[in-house]
T-cell receptor, first 119, second 119 residues
Framework: AQSVAQPEDQVNVAEGNPLTVKCTYS??????LFWYVQYPNRGLQFLLK??????LVKGSYGFEAEFNKSQTSFHLKKPSALVSDSALYFC?????????????????FGSGTQLTVVP | DTEVTQTPKHLVMGMTNKKSLKCEQH?????MYWYKQKAKKPPELMFV???????INESVPSRFSPECPNSSLLNLHLHALQPEDSALYLC??????????????????FGPGTRLLVL
């Protein structure tokens, strides 16, 4: 079974400082990894994904994520945080083995990390 | 354009009411999804439609009845709901469902959700 862990429920960072939101995963086969952001009372907004290739993935709004196969991690980063980045962030994974089918091939979400950027 | 629209934005209903949620996308996506999300929790998959056919029902109670009239529309019919069904209901779509390896990296795009309150 595939799983995602976001070890921090809450991350606080000062505006202008770099931010990191952590994500580790467990899947069979190749991992397909996604980050979504959710602002209050809104749906999930896609930020970026890792499929294959370069381990550093660049996404929307200046966010990037680094895929680390040996550490099974896909941490979300931004060099300089903005107050407007304050939101709930979800990491999600889907495993890429040909054996999986149906429900097993759907996205598995982490528990979410609330990011607060303080002015 | 990666827009998924949902109506209504808010819905209050009694336990004996019948109501429907509507979702629409014009991206030519052939997979559509319903998720349920409780506050500060990750989305939980309810249903998956692939090419207008119900492909996955994650053991959802029959008081929730999905319908996919065409490739752009997805409805969720509600009847005799319980207060614990109060949640944010999210619709999502992707180019294809993740059955084959070609689809496993597909991005799901989410709508803004319908906030449902059952009294």
């Amino acid at each position: 079974a595939q799983s995602v862990a976001q070890p921090e429920d809450q991350v606080n960072v000062a505006e202008g400082n770099p931010l990191t939101v952590k994500c580790t995963y467990s899947v069979s086969g190749n991992p397909y990894l996604f980050w979504y952001v959710q602002y209050p009372n809104r749906g999930l907004q896609f930020l970026l994904k890792y499929i294959t290739g370069d381990n550093l993935v660049k996404g929307s709004y200046g966010f990037e994520a680094e895929f680390n196969k040996s550490q099974t991690s896909f941490h979300l980063k931004k060099p300089s945080a903005l107050v407007s980045d304050s939101a709930l962030y979800f990491c999600a994974v889907r495993g890429g083995t040909s054996i999986s089918s149906g429900s097993a091939r759907q996205l598995t979400f982490g528990s979410g990390t609330q990011l607060t950027v303080v002015p | 354009d990666t827009e998924v629209t949902q109506t209504p934005k808010h819905l209050v209903m009694g336990m004996t009411n019948k109501k429907s949620l509507k979702c629409e996308q014009h991206m030519g996506h052939r997979a559509m999804y319903w998720y349920k999300q409780k506050a500060k929790k990750p989305p939980e998959l309810m249903f998956v439609y692939s090419y207008e056919k119900l492909s996955i029902n994650e053991s959802v109670p029959s008081r929730f009845s999905p319908e996919c009239p065409n490739s752009s529309l997805l409805n969720l019919h509600l009847h005799a709901l319980q207060p614990e069904d109060s949640a944010l209901y999210l619709c999502a779509s992707s180019r294809t469902a993740a059955w084959g390896l070609a689809g496993v990296g597909e991005t799901q795009y989410f709508g803004p959700g319908t906030r449902l309150l059952v009294l």
